[in-house]
């Protein structure tokens, strides 16, 4: 088993990865809710037929009184209306401050159920068992959690670090290639940003095999960087920040296409190449950077360019929440390997991307 400790003031938890610790979710989970009694379990039509039952037996082996939700798979189910629900069925099933919630599945399934463990009587625990690559590797370790509203993506959230992080790697195996491949622009993201070594790395393994005889080192190196940035900035309101390089324009790329047509990973590889090449015209991002970055993608069968309308930028980036009135804290590359924010009007940024 591979251990990283997310390392915060009173909100500490482990980050376990071990192949086949699905089997063993119920002693893990006691381990860090004791007083625990009931759990809600959150999982979605994809992942339960798969894992629900492996999990369930082994959290009532541990003692949990056990109730599930499945939610229909895909970003719909972030909304409002199954955040409600949910609620609904906790208190249905009588949960207590003392109890706990576990999202067993992707990225939506762990930001809905983060987001009702966090809202629910004021707070209760919960932990992540995440699913998918992109999940594993970032959206089930830092404490965001959040449900998309109309007017955009993730919109209404908050911050609550889980109490442990419990990822196999076996899940890995079902995934369809595309899913597979969507974790795997978030995964390019952490060497872009921080690590050229790790970059140098993934360009040498364009396949799915080659990526999943490494994926121990995949996953431990990803968690590992955003672990640090997390430990930093709990907040995001500095380096933090750095890990939603691509994500502006990735956000304008899901909205052009209704949130359907293109997957998160699908936009956040776009809007990494788009502004791999907009750090290029400001001067900012070596030059070739955008070429070498978009070979690597391609190769794992991502998109490199999207088209977007002018409105779908403009709605994007004035949701963005990195920024603040007129300005915006673009992240950027200076190299791979190295990030930073630069700060433009929103104005100038609109007319860059014209």
Excluded at 15 to 21: A, K, P, S, T
Excluded at 41 to 53: F, G, K, N, R, S
Aim: negative net charge.
């Amino acid at each position: 088993m591979k251990t990283l400790t997310v390392d915060l003031p009173g909100r500490s938890y482990e980050i376990q990865m071990e192949r086949g610790v699905l089997a063993h979710a119920g002693e893990r989970c006691r381990s860090v809710l004791p007083r625990a009694e009931k759990l809600f379990v959150v999982t979605d039509t994809h992942v339960a037929p798969l894992y629900l039952e492996r999990v369930r037996g082994s959290l009532e082996r541990a003692g949990f009184t056990v109730a599930v939700r499945t939610v229909p798979a895909g970003e719909s189910a972030k909304c409002v209306e199954e955040l409600s629900a949910l609620w609904e069925e906790m208190m249905a099933f009588g949960l207590t401050r003392t109890d706990a919630v576990a999202a067993l599945g992707g990225g939506v399934v762990g930001d809905l159920a983060g987001f009702a463990a966090a809202t629910v009587l004021r707070g209760v625990d919960f932990v992540q068992i995440p699913t998918t690559l992109l999940a594993q590797v970032d959206s089930s370790v830092g404490g965001k959690v959040a449900v998309d509203l109309k007017a955009g993506k993730n919109l209404a959230g908050a911050f609550w670090q889980p109490k442990l992080v419990l990822m196999d790697p076996e899940t890995l195996d079902t995934l369809p290639q595309s899913t597979f491949m969507e974790g795997m622009a978030e995964v390019v993201k952490y060497g872009c940003i921080k690590d050229a070594a790790f970059f140098d790395f993934l360009e040498e393994r364009p396949g799915r095999a080659a990526l999943m005889a490494d994926m121990e080192h995949i996953l431990y190196t990803c968690c590992d960087i955003k672990r640090n940035v997390v430990e930093q900035d709990e907040r995001d309101t500095g380096e933090r920040m750095l890990l939603n390089f691509g994500h502006t324009l990735g956000h304008a790329y899901e909205l052009a296409g209704n949130y359907a047509r293109w997957s998160h990973g699908d936009a956040v590889s776009a809007g990494m190449c788009a502004a791999a090449r907009l750090g290029e015209r400001l001067g900012i991002t070596s030059a070739g950077t955008a070429d070498r970055l978009e070979r690597v993608l391609a190769a794992l069968g991502l998109p490199t360019r999207i088209v977007c309308a002018p409105e779908q930028y403009a709605a994007a980036i004035g949701l963005d929440k990195k920024g603040s009135g007129h300005a915006i804290s673009v992240i950027l590359l200076e190299e791979i390997g190295r990030a930073v924010r630069h700060p433009m009007e929103k104005d100038a940024l609109l007319e860059e991307l014209r």
